[in-house]
T-cell receptor, first 110, second 113 residues
Framework: EDQVTQSPEALRLQEGESSSLNCSYTVSGLRGLFWYRQDPGKGPEFLFTLYSAGEEKEKERLKATLTKKESFLHITAPKPEDSATYLCAVQANSGYALNFGKGTSLLVTP | NAGVMQNPRHLVRRRGQEARLRCSPMKGHSHVYWYRQLPEEGLKFMVYLQKENIIDESGMPKERFSAEFPKEGPSILRIQQVVRGDSAAYFC???????????FGPGTRLTVT
């Protein structure tokens, strides 16, 4: 059975303090690994898709990386507006459903 | 380019009533997915539809829940005889033919009293 585990559950950073969020996964045949951002009361906002080990993608202060067992979302010099819950999901080759982790709740303080 | 639209945003139903949730995918997207987010739990896949076809309903409860995506109009998730445990946020996502990326709507928050 596909499993996605995100850590830490919650993370508090000071503005400018870089860190990484972890997403460990097991899936029988990975089609893609997806990162989303979710603000309270809103739907998940698509950030990145990674398809193969070694792949990296960047967007502003965020950089996502992928290995065969885990993905990292690196946040460089975060700002308060980066505060949100970050969700990781995997999609298996056998289907189209996204299997989500429970998320990391990030709080960036000024 | 308008995003995925869902309505209503908030829905209150008494136990035993029916709930109808609507989803209009992004323009040009023909794939629709429904997910449920229970309090303190992650997003869970329910069903995947294309126009007039249910492709994968492996996450849908066997009773009381149904979904459709007609040739014309929005996709509808229907919950019959709602119970308190159905209270959750229901999200719809859509994707185009050429990508596996799923784009989510703002969700419908269902409260069963």
């Amino acid at each position: 059975e596909d499993q996605v585990t995100q850590s830490p559950e919650a993370l508090r950073l000071q503005e400018g303090e870089s860190s990484s969020l972890n997403c460990s996964y097991t899936v029988s045949g990975l089609r893609g690994l997806f990162w989303y951002r979710q603000d309270p009361g809103k739907g998940p906002e698509f950030l990145f898709t990674l398809y193969s080990a070694g792949e990296e993608k960047e967007k502003e202060r965020l950089k996502a990386t992928l290995t065969k067992k885990e993905s990292f979302l690196h946040i460089t010099a975060p700002k308060p507006e980066d505060s949100a819950t970050y969700l990781c999901a995997v999609q298996a080759n056998s289907g189209y459903a996204l299997n989500f982790g429970k998320g990391t709740s990030l709080l960036v303080t000024p | 380019n308008a995003g995925v639209m869902q309505n209503p945003r908030h829905l209150v139903r008494r136990r035993g009533q029916e709930a109808r949730l609507r989803c209009s995918p992004m323009k040009g997207h023909s794939h629709v997915y429904w997910y449920r987010q229970l309090p303190e739990e992650g997003l869970k896949f329910m069903v995947y539809l294309q126009k007039e076809n249910i492709i994968d309903e492996s996450g849908m409860p066997k009773e009381r829940f149904s979904a459709e995506f007609p040739k014309e109009g929005p996709s509808i998730l229907r919950i019959q005889q709602v119970v308190r445990g159905d209270s959750a946020a229901y999200f719809c996502a859509s994707s185009p033919d050429y990508s596996y990326e799923q784009y989510f709507g703002p969700g419908t928050r269902l409260t069963v009293t």
